[in-house]
Every structure is written in structure tokens, then in C-alpha cells.
């Protein structure tokens, strides 16, 4: 890291830290992990993805996978991406040191736009483009309780771009983090350091702050060359909480930096990709007269990326939100609305520019919940979300979910959904080249992605040491986005179709000291453009997708405190750039030394020396072999 970055980190962290109290005790140590849970007892894990409000996994209708904040630490992962590996749900391929692509469902490509991510219910894809800029989003790993990873639609509840999928990272509140926690690492791939310093806040409340910083190196392409995506990032953030019984008051927030190597392109010296941003939440949570609840949150994000390849962004959004849950006899009805205002600049870049190069655009939505039991055994699930874009105006997002509980371990459900995935600037306003004469100049009449979803999910625990999901589901796709031949080519709405699948997991007990997990995904798309279109490419351009995946995880407790897990998993090849499967084998060894000092070993990708996962022969990267040596210490 250069010095002056490192100050720019450290220093504001150092003058927060010095205003929080000693601990007499760590709170953390005395945080039941969820891995130490029986498969019953993580059944009755609340989550909040479905509804926005918590309720028992067990009783979800949806195709719902939960990663355990310390699932996470044991199998090594060190970014939000490498954590999301663990959901069988998900489809996630590294493109490059710092890039992912992510995605449920298919349509998986670097900027895919119909997957809804949150971190503590602040959305992180970026309004321009309506996807999530993985290398932009961070948070310290040690700190996350869990992760929500829903796969289908979500529109009802969370609106537009929710269409295949949503993620909700979730992190621990201040009180559980007491104390400090250092851990710091190195392997032939990467280097990271982080430090968390926890304590009381005045009134009665806890508070922590962290810093975190890492370095990865650059990859190579198939040629064996080096690619120029090394990269180093800066982070620090703090979280206060003013909480009893879960409600009460959260103000957190976080800043970042990041570079990457320099690059050249058609014989110009580009620079790095430059990223940096800064966010802000502040949430209230409060049971009111008569019993019935209130939550208002409202967050500022700033964001920008200097790519003098592609283009330059920079955006600003602020959002409110207000949900009130009441009951009402058999009926737990829950309504509210949302404002957010975003303003975005964008200045051209080699090959791209942004025609106005500044904007600024509004949302506003309503909701309104109504989940009725109409018996001991079943429950029926009715909402809709009215949301305004200023593109398409008002669009409405209904939803339908029967679920029905034949024994007390058995979960049947099916639902009926509409979702859309609304117009964004990279649809609209996008310029190619920067300059006229253009051969691509955006679709000023894009309207709004469709798709009408049926899903069949199956949730059962037959044992207490074994349980098990599995989905069937059935996308009806209209208006997806298209292209023209150039010159003068427009972005359109000529694509139509449907996709279809099934997607399981299970969870096996086999013995105190041993659990067992699998999953897997079955895809099948069967897209087609209109008549009348002469879009060059097809639907190959709306992502790139394996026909089935597969996961294999143990997670073994050894003696004299060492845990060992093991995962696997096999990735079906992409059709179009074809890219050959492959199968990849990860390790994680950790031991525990004394009192709050772990040492770990992680190897990745151990079954080849390297592979790619994604984009076109020969100029993609590979992902290589890794090995990661770790400390952590947390007295």
C-alpha cells in the first residue's frame, strides 16, 4: 500500500478506536456460533429475506440458503464473493483478480442486472447499470453473522431488479463484537491484514470500528501472460447500536479505496481502475402502542470508479424506507414505502461515454404484505409492490405464496410471481464510441424486463440429523434486451422465452464430529429473438450460463481443537464463449493454539494448477492454485 493511502485509512480509525472504553469482557466468545448449532436449532434461525420481517427458516416459502458467519471463517473465504461460493443457489465465476460474476437462475455475466444484493439492507448495485460492481463491496468478514441467499423472484417485497434472486449479507450487532480481534495473512495469491476494536458507546450502547486492507496479485491469461489486474484496497468502518431485545437504534458506515495496476490498450497508457466510496446508515426499530412494529432506515451511498478503459462513474444515492407490521386476527399484515434519489456523472472513456454524461433520477414505491393463516397447516402469502422509475412510470409486482406443513418437520410451497427488471442508463443512454458518428447509441424506448415466475419448493428435517430443500421453478421471459447491427445500432426489447430448473441441498449430522452438505442446479433456457430483430448476437449476450453445478462440503471437528473442511464442486461448461467445466477442490485446516489464537491453512482451486470460469479465449483469465496462511487473534 502506498503510504499516503495507508494514512488515510489508519489515521481516522486510530482517533475512533482511542474514544472506545475498555471491555471488561468479549462479548464475541460468548456468541453461540451457528456452525455449533444442531440441524434443529439452525432451522429456527430467524431470517428476514422473504417478508423484511424475521421469521423461522423452517416455515420459509421460498428457496432460501442460509451461510453461517462461521461457515464462512472456517472455509477460509476472504472476500464477499468467495463467501458466496458456499450457496449451492448461486452461480459465481471470477473473471479477473477483482471481478465476479454473480447470479441465480442464469444470466450470470460481469454486469449482470437481475440480482438484488443488500449489506444490512443498504442495496449496493449501482444505479447506471443495475448490477453489482463486486470489487466496490467489502465488509470484515469475522463481523457477518449470516448471508440470505434467496434464489427467485423478490419484487414483491424489495421491487425492481429483484427478478432471479436476492442477497442479503447480514452482520452482527456492536454488542456481540466486543473486546479487539487481529488477524492478518499471506499466500502466493493474496495478503490481507485486518484489526476490530469493540466497546461501550454512551447511553448504554456498544460500538465498534474496523480496518482492513488487502492485496491481490495479477493472474495470467490462457497465453500464460500476465494480466494487469493486480490490485490493492483500503478499508474502515464502524458500526454503533443502541439495541434491547433487537430494537432500538443502528448508525454504521464505511469508507474505501482501491487501485489497480496501470494498463495499456491500443497503445495507450490507461492507468488503473481507481475505486473509492463512502456510505452511511441509520436504522430505528420500535414495538409501538398496541403491539404492532416500525422500522425506518435510510442510508447514503457514494461511489467512483476511475476506468479510463471503459468509463469513469461516479453516483450518489439516498434512500428511505419506512415498514409497519401489525396483526390482525389470523392475518400479519405488513405495509410501507420507499424514496430514493440518485445522481450519477459519468465521463467518457476509451471505448464507452454516457449521453448526458450527468443524470439524476427518482424511485418511489408503496407496499403492502398480507401473510394469512388460513389454518394450523396452511399459510397463504399475498403482497404486491407499486414502484415509479421516471423510464416506464408506475410497475406493479404481485405475488402469491400457499404454503402447507402435512407433519411438523414438512414444508410444502408454491408461489406465482411478477417481477421486471426496470430500464437503467447503460440501457439508455450508453454511447459506442464515445464520439459521433455512434455505432451504438443506447435504446431511448427500452422498457422494462419481464418475467412471470412459478415456482414448487419442498423443505423438510425427516430426521433430527438430517434436512433438505429442493425447488422446481419456470420463468416466462418477454422484452429482454436486444441489440441492432450497427452502424446506428439501439438497445430493444426483442427477446423472449423461458427458463426452467430445480435446484436442492441437504444437510447430514453423520456423527457428532462430522457434517455433511450437497447441492446442486439443473438450467435450461430456451431464448429466442423476435421477428423482425437483427441483433447479432442473440441471447448468448444476456449471460453465460452452466446447465448444472454441483457441491460436496465436510466440515470435520478434530481433536485437540483443529477443525478440518473440505469443499468440491463441479461447474458445467459455458456454452457461449464456451469455457470447458471443470471441477475445483478447496481446503481449509485450522488449529487453535491457545486462548482466542486460531492458525489456518487454506488451499483453493487445488485440483489444477489453473482454469478459467468465465469471458473468451485467448485474452480471460485464469484462476490459479492458492495457498493462504492465516493468524487470528481474538483474547
Known amino acids: 500500500m502506498r503510504p499516503r493511502r495507508a494514512g488515510w485509512v489508519v489515521a481516522p480509525l486510530a482517533g475512533l478506536l482511542g474514544l472506545l472504553p475498555a471491555s471488561p469482557a468479549d462479548a464475541e466468545a460468548a456468541h453461540p456460533e ?3 448449532l444442531s440441524l434443529e436449532q439452525l432451522s429456527d434461525i430467524e431470517v428476514s429475506s422473504v417478508s423484511r420481517r424475521s421469521q423461522k427458516l423452517s416455515e420459509v416459502a421460498a428457496s432460501l440458503y442460509v451461510i453461517p458467519g462461521d461457515a464462512i471463517r472456517r472455509a477460509g473465504a476472504r ?11 448461486l452461480q459465481v465465476a471470477r473473471v479477473d483478480a477483482n471481478s465476479y460474476a454473480i447470479s441465480a437462475r442464469g444470466f450470470n455475466n460481469a454486469i449482470g442486472n437481475k440480482l438484488l444484493v443488500m449489506i444490512d439492507g443498504r442495496t449496493v448495485y449501482a444505479p447506471y447499470f443495475s448490477g453489482v460492481q463486486w470489487d466496490q463491496q467489502a465488509v470484515m468478514l469475522d463481523d457477518v453473522d449470516r448471508i440470505e441467499v434467496i434464489s427467485g423472484p423478490g419484487a414483491s417485497v424489495w421491487g425492481t431488479n429483484a427478478v432471479n434472486g436476492v442477497i442479503n449479507i447480514v452482520t452482527r450487532a456492536a454488542d456481540q463484537t466486543q473486546g479487539w480481534l487481529a488477524r492478518g495473512g499471506a499466500g502466493n495469491a493474496d495478503s490481507l491484514a485486518a484489526l476490530r476494536l469493540g466497546g461501550q458507546a454512551p447511553g448504554g450502547g456498544h460500538v465498534r470500528a474496523y480496518v482492513q486492507t488487502q492485496r491481490e496479485q495479477h493472474t495470467r491469461s490462457e497465453s500464460g501472460a500476465a494480466v494487469a489486474d493486480g490490485s490493492h484496497r483500503a478499508q474502515l468502518g464502524a458500526r454503533a447500536d443502541w439495541l434491547v431485545a433487537g430494537e432500538g437504534f443502528t448508525l454504521q458506515g464505511d469508507a474505501y479505496h482501491g487501485d489497480t495496476e496501470a494498463r495499456v490498450a491500443l497503445g495507450r497508457q490507461l492507468g488503473g481502475i481507481r475505486t473509492s466510496g463512502e456510505n452511511l446508515v441509520a436504522r430505528w426499530t420500535g414495538t409501538l402502542s398496541g403491539g404492532s412494529k416500525l422500522r425506518v432506515q435510510s442510508y447514503y451511498n457514494h461511489e467512483r470508479r476511475e476506468d479510463h478503459f471503459l468509463y469513469s462513474p461516479s453516483d450518489t444515492v439516498l434512500d428511505l424506507e419506512v415498514q409497519h407490521t401489525l396483526t390482525l386476527g389470523a392475518h400479519q399484515l405488513d405495509w410501507g414505502g420507499g424514496w430514493r434519489r440518485a445522481k450519477d456523472d459519468i465521463p467518457s472513456g476509451l471505448f464507452f461515454g454516457f449521453v448526458p454524461q450527468r443524470s439524476a433520477q427518482s424511485w418511489r414505491n408503496l407496499f403492502v404484505q ?13 403482497g404486491t409492490k407499486f414502484e415509479h422509475n421516471d423510464d416506464t412510470g408506475w410497475e406493479t409486482l404481485p405475488s402469491l405464496r400457499l404454503a402447507w406443513s402435512p407433519a411438523t418437520e414438512h414444508l410444502l410451497w408454491a408461489s406465482l410471481s411478477r417481477a421486471v427488471r426496470a430500464p437503467a442508463r447503460l440501457d439508455r443512454d450508453l454511447r459506442l464510441p464515445p464520439n459521433p458518428p455512434f455505432f451504438i447509441a443506447g435504446g431511448p424506448a427500452f422498457v422494462s424486463e419481464l418475467a412471470r415466475v412459478l415456482e414448487l419448493g419442498w423443505r423438510a428435517q425427516p430426521t433430527r440429523t438430517l434436512n433438505f430443500s429442493a425447488t422446481l421453478f419456470r420463468y416466462d421471459w418477454s422484452r429482454l434486451r436486444s441489440g441492432q447491427r450497427p452502424p446506428n445500432a439501439h438497445v430493444q426489447n426483442m427477446i423472449d422465452g423461458a427458463s426452467d430448473g430445480a435446484e436442492a441441498w441437504a444437510h447430514w449430522q453423520v456423527l457428532e464430529m462430522l457434517q455433511l452438505s450437497a447441492g446442486g442446479t439443473l438450467l435450461h433456457k430456451n431464448l429466442h429473438v423476435q421477428p423482425g430483430s437483427t441483433d447479432p448476437t442473440g441471447p448468448s449476450a444476456l449471460g453465460n450460463d452452466p446447465s448444472q453445478q454441483w457441491q460436496l462440503r465436510a466440515s470435520l471437528q478434530l481433536p485437540a481443537r483443529q477443525t478440518l473442511d473440505l469443499g468440491w464442486r463441479r461447474i458445467g461448461a459455458l456454452p457461449n464463449p464456451q ?18 489464537v486460531e492458525l489456518s491453512v487454506t488451499g483453493q482451486n487445488l485440483t489444477d494448477p489453473r482454469h478459467p470460469e468465465i469471458d473468451a479465449y485467448p485474452t480471460r ?4 492454485r492458492s495457498v493462504f496462511v492465516q493468524l487470528r487473534w481474538s483474547p
Do not use: F, K
Open 621 to 624: 483469465s485464469e484462476i490459479g
Open 370 to 382: 398480507d401473510d394469512i393463516r388460513v389454518s394450523e397447516q396452511l399459510s397463504l402469502m399475498a
Open 79 to 89: 472476500t464477499l464473493p468467495e463467501a458466496l461460493r458456499l450457496a449451492p443457489n
Open 579 to 596: 469455457v470447458p467445466a471443470y471441477d475445483a477442490l478447496d481446503l481449509s485446516y485450522a488449529w487453535q493454539l491457545g486462548r482466542g
Open 34 to 36: 451457528l456452525a455449533d
